[in-house]
């Protein structure tokens, strides 16, 4: 399975709504990453989680918090978002070369 | 800290012509390059990488880079473009111990028949 996956696919929330976004993988890879896209811009990283540990926090506001319960998962929790936070979120994992291997994203919309 | 430079944001080529897409990094130490294609509203796809092997590098849909030290470029080429390799093309450096990807700003390639 080379493959990561991200649900939903789209979502759509008001500022005082609590959403989460969940990636999952099953490439044994220990590094896996959030990022930020938004449109005609390159991803802006988030978080990294290595061995299930938080190593990177890229000064992301504290509406996001992210989680990875294990290996295989890594939720993004959102709370009190803004209008600005709009944007596709790209979950991605890495591999020993180096390499990121990334989901479809999730196409969030706060209104 | 590594970098990417990527000229030119909006890339126009003729079906049919040879797509050239221009990369040059900065890296303290020798890096590890990638090129990634994104599709409209879809995650991003690696095109090929360079991992200090060979220094020309094969990709898929018949793209290739070549790695020139001296020149610190890693520029995309295709021979023949065709209409679905309209796309955002990414460069990216991986080169510092936090296993961050440093990427250029892109460039949206738009093929005409």
């Known amino acids: 399975d080379t493959e990561v996956t991200q649900t939903p696919k789209h979502l759509v929330m008001g500022m005082t709504n609590k959403k989460s976004l969940k990636c999952e993988q099953h490439m044994g890879h220990r590094a896996m990453y959030w990022y930020k896209q938004k449109a005609k811009k390159p991803p802006e990283l988030m978080f990294v989680?290595?061995?299930?540990?938080?190593?990177i926090n890229e000064s992301v506001p504290s509406r996001f918090s992210p989680e990875c319960p294990n290996s295989s998962l890594l939720n993004l929790h959102l709370h009190a978002l803004q209008p600005e936070d709009s944007a596709l979120y790209l979950c991605?994992?890495?591999?020993?070369?180096?390499?990121?291997?990334f989901g479809p994203g999730t196409r969030l919309t706060v209104t | 800290a590594q970098s990417v430079t990527q000229l030119g944001s909006h890339v126009s080529v003729s079906e049919g012509a040879l797509v050239l897409l221009r990369c040059n990094y900065s890296?303290?130490?020798?890096?590890?390059l990638f090129w990634y294609v994104q599709y409209p509203n879809q995650g991003l796809q690696l095109l090929l990488k360079?991992?200090?092997?060979?220094?020309l590098v094969k990709g898929i849909n018949g793209f290739e880079a070549e790695f020139k030290k001296s020149e610190t470029s890693f520029h995309l080429t295709k021979p023949s473009a065709h209409m679905s390799d309209a796309a955002e093309y990414f460069c990216a450096v991986s080169a510092d111990g936090n296993n961050r990807l440093a990427f250029g700003k892109g460039n949206q390639v738009v093929v005409i028949p």
């Open positions: 360079y991992t200090s092997a060979a220094t």
């Open positions: 989680y290595s061995y299930e540990k938080l190593s």
């Open positions: 991605a994992t890495r591999d020993r070369l180096g390499e990121q291997y």
């Open positions: 890296s303290s130490v020798p890096p590890y």
